[in-house]
């Protein structure tokens, strides 16, 4: 047991999150079929080449790192599958492109969300969400790169507020258009995409304010937007150098 614990202590974020989401692209295949091994395989090989490419360009020596893999895996678990497969190809080019050039002085945009919204508004793609397939799968992911990563506050705060909103909507308004219980794609962007590190704010207090934040922007945007989760969460990016001045 101690052997396993002091394993586990040393695994990086990001093999852990790669295998979490490893995880759940077996488990997708088992409920969808072979039709999601294209989009996955593709969408993972594309962006793993190119951002290894582009790092040997920029630094003439190979560096392996898993980012790519994790942002292959979201595009192929949150694209749908019925696309044809040039689609997590343009996702995964377009994910990697703006990792390497949209920066300010940081990489600014969540590599994933950003190629599955260009090609979503360029090629009119559909999104399936396939790898957020259930509840009890998403929190058990969750509690395991969380223990370690330490960023449940983050989730949190972000969940919470975006309840309270909808309560406060459906009282006043109606039933909220993105209810929160049913709505298992906002738990698995709460909990694996909104707290990437790169594009999170770097100080407690200011990931907690940025939760608040993120919530009410991806709210609002869900009452006219059909995709407000994954838009909503690039506008959030933009204001992360904002939130980084809290202490």
């Known amino acids: 047991m101690v052997d396993l614990k002091r394993g586990f202590n040393r695994i990086g974020i990001y093999p852990l999150m790669a295998f979490i989401l490893a995880a759940y692209f077996v488990i997708s295949f088992f409920r969808y079929g072979v039709s999601i091994i294209p989009q996955v395989l593709i969408a993972v090989a594309t962006a793993f080449v190119l951002d290894h490419l582009i790092i040997y360009a920029e630094e003439k020596r190979f560096r392996l790192h898993t980012s790519p893999i994790i942002s292959g895996l979201f595009i192929g678990l949150i694209l749908d599958p019925s696309n044809l497969l040039y689609i997590p190809l ?3 080019v377009f994910a990697i492109l703006s990792k390497h050039v949209l920066r300010f002085g940081k990489q600014i945009f969540n590599p994933a969300t950003f190629g599955i919204i260009l090609v979503y508004f360029i090629f009119g793609a559909e999104i399936g969400w396939v790898g957020a397939f259930s509840i009890i799968a998403i929190a058990l992911g969750s509690i395991l790169l969380h223990v370690k990563f330490k960023r449940f ?12 909103i909808s309560l406060v909507y459906s009282v006043f308004w109606g039933n909220a258009s993105t209810a929160l219980f049913l709505n298992y794609p906002l738990y698995f962007m709460a909990s694996f995409m ?10 407690r207090n200011a990931r907690i304010y940025y939760g ?12 006219v937007f059909p995709e407000a989760i994954l838009l909503g969460l690039l506008i959030s990016n933009l204001f ?4 980084n001045r809290i202490k």
């Not at 506050?153 to 309270?164: D, R």
């Open 212 to 223: 608040f934040f993120a919530a009410i922007v991806i709210f609002l945007g869900g009452i």
């Open 153 to 164: 506050h983050l989730v949190l705060s972000f969940l919470i507020t975006f309840f309270i």
């Open 90 to 92: 343009a996702a995964a």
């Open 194 to 203: 909104l707290v990437e590190p790169k594009t999170s704010p770097i100080s």
């Open 240 to 243: 992360v150098p904002l939130f």
